[in-house]
C-alpha cells in the first residue's frame, strides 16, 4: 500500500511541476500568438509569385500597407552601420526564380535582449509586426515595428 502511494505522489509530484515550470503558455508565446491572429497581409499563405509580388507593392506603394500586421518569411540579412552602431535587420525575399529579391527591414520587440544570438546571417526567420515609416536624415524608410519573431 505504500508503494502505491509513494508512486502516486511521485506521479503527482511530475505533473505539478510541469504545470509550474512552463510546460504551458507562457505570457510571451500568448502575446506571439495573438499579434499573429491580427495579420492584415500574411505572405507566408502565398505563392512564391505573389509574395514577391506583394512585397514589391509594398516597397513601391508603401503608404497602402502603413499600420498594417505583416507577416513574412524569408532569408534573414544583418547589416550593421559602423558611424551609429546600430543593426539593421531585413526579410529577404526572392522571386519564383530566385533571380530578384526584395527585402523589408524588422524592428524586433523588445522581449528580445540579445537578436544575433537566435539568428545569423542566411537563416529561414518568418516575423510579424506592424508596417510603418521612420526617417533618419532626409530620408523615409519603412520597417516592420515591434516585430516577433515565430
Same mark, same amino acid.
Given at each position: 500500500?505504500?508503494?502505491?502511494?509513494?508512486?502516486?505522489?511521485?506521479?503527482?509530484?511530475?505533473?505539478?511541476?510541469?504545470?509550474?515550470?512552463?510546460?504551458?503558455?507562457?505570457?510571451?508565446?500568448?502575446?506571439?500568438?495573438?499579434?499573429?491572429?491580427?495579420?492584415?497581409?500574411?505572405?507566408?499563405?502565398?505563392?512564391?509569385?505573389?509574395?514577391y509580388s506583394e512585397v514589391f507593392n509594398m516597397v513601391n506603394e508603401p503608404d497602402d500597407y502603413l499600420g498594417k500586421m505583416i507577416k513574412m518569411e524569408g532569408t534573414f540579412a544583418l547589416y550593421h552601420d559602423e558611424n551609429t552602431g546600430k543593426d539593421?535587420?531585413?526579410? !529577404? !525575399?526572392?522571386?519564383?526564380?530566385?533571380?530578384?529579391?526584395?527585402?523589408?527591414?524588422?524592428?524586433?520587440?523588445?522581449?528580445?535582449?540579445?537578436?544575433?544570438?537566435?539568428?545569423?546571417?542566411?537563416?529561414?526567420v518568418t516575423v510579424v509586426g506592424e508596417f510603418d515609416q521612420y526617417t533618419e536624415g532626409d530620408l523615409v524608410y519603412y520597417t516592420l515595428r515591434d516585430a516577433d519573431l515565430l
Open positions: 500500500m505504500k508503494k502505491k502511494y509513494l508512486a502516486w505522489m511521485a506521479i503527482v509530484m511530475i505533473a505539478l511541476t510541469g504545470i509550474f515550470t512552463g510546460c504551458g503558455s507562457s505570457a510571451d508565446e500568448a502575446a506571439k500568438e495573438e499579434k499573429a491572429s491580427q495579420v492584415d497581409v500574411d505572405l507566408t499563405q502565398m505563392s512564391s509569385t505573389m509574395v539593421y535587420y531585413a526579410c !529577404i !525575399i526572392q522571386d519564383a526564380t530566385a533571380c530578384c529579391s526584395q527585402g523589408i527591414e524588422f524592428e524586433l520587440s523588445e522581449d528580445y535582449k540579445n537578436p544575433g544570438s537566435l539568428m545569423t546571417e542566411g537563416d529561414t
